[in-house]
């Protein structure tokens, strides 16, 4: 089935505090597991991404960790900063190169 | 390089009338995609072109939705007989590499 589903919602944690989003897929052609943010009256853009020939994905303060076998993947932003509170979508790539979206989680980082 | 650009970014229509919303990719991505976002429903696909080809348009709204795209430098999406409900934010995007997809600043409607 082709749905990725994310959680939670909405997220809030304290600055400094690793923020840690979730994903989950069915479709096992997925092959490639891109996140993406996007700040009030922005648009999303991509921030980092992970194919499922890897487990970890690290790019700063950002991490992708991905269970292939689960079909889970999450995001870890440590030592969060305000500046980092936005709306997170976590998205697969299916057999068409098309992307299929999660429905969002609003991050919300308390100074 | 410009980015993706939309235009309108703010468009105004009176309930029943027609609204036109265009899109330039980025030069030499061959894919295009539309989507709708609102705070209720989120971020909804709506039609994808690749090659200047429609892929798939499973997210459109058959009866009143439209797009083309009639060359590789621009697109568009058509509403006919606007509702109100159509109020949103549309999203055009497009990708050269499949997954690392680009957005533009969308084009906020407005139907009253």
């Known amino acids: 089935q082709q749905q990725v589903r994310q959680s939670p919602q909405s997220l809030t944690v304290w600055e400094g505090e690793t923020a840690i989003l979730n994903c989950s897929y069915e479709d096992s052609t997925f092959d490639y597991f891109p996140w993406y943010h996007q700040f009030p009256g922005e648009s999303p853009a991509l921030l980092i991404a992970i194919r499922p020939v890897s487990n970890k994905k690290e790019d700063g303060r950002f991490t992708i960790f991905f269970n292939k076998r689960e079909k889970k993947f999450s995001l870890h932003i440590a030592d969060s900063q305000p500046g980092d509170s936005a709306t997170y979508f976590c998205?697969?790539?299916?057999?068409?190169?098309?992307?299929?979206w999660g429905s969002g989680t609003k991050l919300i980082i308390k100074p | 390089n410009a980015g993706v650009i939309q235009t309108p970014r703010h468009k105004v229509t009176g309930k029943g009338q027609e609204a036109t919303l265009w899109c330039e990719p980025i030069s030499g991505h061959s894919a295009v995609f539309w989507y709708r976002q609102t705070i209720v429903q989120g971020l909804e696909f709506l039609t994808y072109f690749r090659n200047q080809a429609p892929i798939d348009d499973s997210g459109m709204p058959k009866e009143r939705f439209s797009a083309q795209m009639p060359n590789q430098s621009h697109s568009t999406l058509k509403i006919q007989s606007t509702q109100p409900q159509d109020s949103a934010v549309y999203l055009c995007a497009s990708s050269l590499d499949p997954g690392k997809v680009f957005f533009g600043k969308g084009t906020r409607l407005t139907v009253v």
């Open positions: 998205a697969a790539r299916d057999s068409n190169y098309q992307l299929i």
